[in-house]
């Protein structure tokens, strides 16, 4: 059992945890919570680490052994458990403070594979509905955006460099399950892409408020593109003049604006309801 947080495995997690950077130079991030180590796939998992309080539990020790892939054995102690689980490693409830990015740990933390998705991952089905966010930094509206996505069926989300990282800590915990289940992919050149997605006949229609039309009054069933801005100065005129249209959402009162996440929620909804009223 791991007991100090002079580790070096600890101290990776704790610069993992912290630095794009470092999770992007290994190909990992990290995963907190027991719901994400349920729902985490287990070819993935390159690390598991528990805590003493996290063991006590019969229910939280067959989770383990089933997780990785071991039959439980009745009354098999702690040290025989781990003994068997290569990837699995103990570390006391200190450590497991340190080791965590929230107040409350609740024991259990993974270091997951990044998965790798490419734009065509997004476009096998019929009808493929996409949002592309252009420089959102609130780690707790991507993870709310990407959790929304997969609510409403969506095909993926693309992304400007400038966005916060999808493995930032607070954006994992925003997602809520939803980063193992929605493709995602940051682009380089994302005029170009839109120029691609446009030639596959995917109207990209942009959140704005000037020269717009109300999102209620436009068709999705097609499949679309939408375009999310900054949440302080919503989208560059360069990637507006990439859309089709531009779409608002009414709104009455002095409100100038939506939240990021909210706005783009109403617009994934209304395409999710549009097609599932067609069915």
Do not use: H, W
Request: glycine share 8%; aromatic share 6%.
């Amino acid at each position: 059992m791991i007991t100090s947080t002079g580790n070096k495995k600890v101290k990776e997690i704790i610069q993992l945890q912290k630095k794009a950077s470092l999770r992007k130079a290994r190909g990992v991030y990290v995963t907190e919570g027991r719901n994400m180590f349920s729902e985490a796939e287990p070819a993935r998992i390159e690390q598991v680490y528990v805590s003493e309080r996290f063991l006590q539990s019969f229910a939280n020790r067959r989770l383990l052994a089933d997780k990785l892939g071991m039959v439980y054995r009745e009354g098999e102690d702690l040290p025989a458990l781990l003994n068997r689980c290569s990837i699995g490693e103990a570390v006391s409830d200190s450590v497991m403070a340190a080791m965590s990015d929230t107040m409350t740990p609740q024991g259990v933390l993974c270091v997951m594979r990044q998965p790798q998705y490419s734009l065509e991952d997004m476009l096998k089905g019929p009808a493929p509905r996409l949002v592309f966010l252009e420089d959102l930094r609130d780690p707790g509206n991507l993870g709310t955006i990407m959790r929304t996505a997969e609510g409403a069926g969506m095909a993926g989300i693309l992304l400007s460099r400038g966005c916060v990282d999808m493995y930032n800590p607070k954006t994992i915990r925003s997602t809520m399950g939803s980063l193992y289940r929605v493709p995602f992919l940051y682009l380089d050149d994302p005029k170009e892409t839109l120029r691609k997605l446009k030639e596959r006949n995917l109207p990209v229609y942009g959140a704005a408020l000037d020269q717009s039309v109300s999102y209620e009054t436009l068709s999705y069933r097609n499949g679309c593109v939408f375009l999310i801005g900054n949440e302080a100065r919503g989208l560059s005129k360069e990637l507006l003049e990439m859309a089709d249209c531009g779409v608002r959402i009414p709104m009455e009162g002095k409100v100038e604006s939506l939240n990021a996440a909210v706005a783009a929620a109403v617009l994934m909804y209304e395409s999710y309801r549009q097609i599932v009223s067609e069915n």
